[in-house]
């Protein structure tokens, strides 16, 4: 009768041990399937990102294209103004803005800098303050103007670094300027480069926020620059050519002209975009040079 009992006792501790390896066999099998879901996903939106990129690169090349096409009906608009085509089926947006149409924070006075401040919501005297500070951190010495910044102000605000005392290398690090809000940095950023070495902008293509810091412009003059560009069919060339509107005359010469272009892709909801500077030579040889790519 023991002999019985102790039978089935190791058939119910056999079966328990099937029970238990059969569900760890099943965990094991579920951890398997869900790892290689998920690398399954990750693979296919690895995927889709490059492809992505590949579409804002192609954006690129095509608008660099679009720049120097002999066919001056073809070329593209240099005023900022988003352009689309299609590639391989998808839509990519393309803006292309001449640098000479912004204000480079190496070469424009005090005044321009001013004129951009107050369009920004400053008042007359808080942008006498943040021209003056731009001037300060690009001049070399620790010597300040009215108004402005040195190395000590910096350091009684706190601040872990100092003036340049050069020229800016790019138009984010005007992020640094002492009393720069985030706010009020996005407010003026579209207006700024650091590429076009012209003490002055080009009011043709320039963007409106860059259009503002002129003197004598207000919100409705600007508004109305704009508005013309977008209706206009085009100008008549130095050439005796008709130009599409945005498009620079043939005429005028390009070589060493910088570009800044931006292209973007959507897909399913997702933003994807690359940003380039690109200078153009004139050479047949090398017809532009890539001076910034992010």
Do not use: C
Not at 41 to 68: C, F, P, Y
Not at 246 to 272: K, Y
């Amino acid at each position: 009768m023991r002999d019985k009992t102790k039978s089935h006792a190791d058939r119910g501790l056999a079966l328990v041990s099937v029970l238990w390896a059969l569900s760890i066999l099943s965990l094991i099998a579920a951890s398997m399937l869900s790892s290689g879901t998920l690398s399954y996903r990750m693979e296919r939106n690895a995927l889709k990102r490059v492809q992505m990129e590949n579409l804002t690169e192609a954006g690129i090349t095509r608008a660099i294209l679009g720049l120097i096409d002999p066919r001056i009906d073809r070329r593209w608009r240099i005023d900022g103004v988003t352009q689309e085509f299609l590639f391989q089926g998808a839509k990519i947006k393309v803006a292309i803005q001449d640098e000479y149409g912004l204000i480079d924070l190496n070469e424009a006075d005090a005044s321009l800098f001013k004129g951009l401040f107050q369009s920004a919501g400053l008042t007359s005297t808080e942008a006498d303050i943040f021209a003056a500070r731009i001037i300060d951190w690009r001049t070399s010495g620790d010597l300040h103007s009215l108004n402005g910044a040195n190395k000590a102000d910096y350091r009684a605000a706190g601040l872990p670094y100092e003036p340049r005392g050069g020229p800016f290398q790019s138009v984010e690090e005007l992020r640094l300027l002492l009393g720069m809000t985030p706010q009020l940095f996005a407010r003026i950023a579209p207006a700024l480069t650091v590429y076009s070495h012209q003490p002055t902008i080009d009011a043709r293509t320039a963007p409106k926020e860059a259009l503002l810091a002129l003197p004598g412009m207000d919100p409705q003059k600007v508004a109305d620059i704009i508005s013309t560009r977008f209706s206009s069919a085009g100008t008549m060339g130095a050439q005796g050519l008709t130009l599409g509107a945005g498009v620079i005359d043939p005429a005028i010469s390009v070589a060493g002209r910088v570009f800044g272009i931006r292209a973007e892709v959507s897909n399913g909801g997702i933003l994807f975009e690359k940003h380039a500077v690109v200078r153009l030579t004139g050479d047949a040889m090398q017809t532009y040079m890539m001076l910034a790519w992010e």
